[in-house]
């Protein structure tokens, strides 16, 4: 996937746009199983990984939020 590809070659610019995109699938594997996250870790490329886990708090952090919301008594 393209979010592969920047992910393996460093391209943190890259990755922070495909990541904006609402219908990216971030969680696809390779036939090996490899991740866009596993592969940025692979490659040594940290300033991808801290981001990427950035990202990842801020959607847990977003679904328990939609989650007290849609919990709270009328």
């Known amino acids: 996937t393209p979010l592969m590809v920047a992910c393996h ?7 922070q746009l495909l990541m904006e995109q609402e219908d990216l699938q971030v969680n696809l594997r390779r036939f090996n199983g490899e991740t866009a996250f596993f592969i940025a870790c692979w490659m ?19 679904g328990e939020q ?3 919301v849609r919990l709270k008594p009328q």
């Open 66 to 68: 939609l989650k007290q």
């Open 9 to 15: 070659h460093g391209l943190l610019e890259v990755v």
């Open 44 to 62: 040594g490329h940290v300033e991808i990984v801290r981001y990427m886990m950035q990202m990842r708090m801020q959607m847990r952090r977003q």
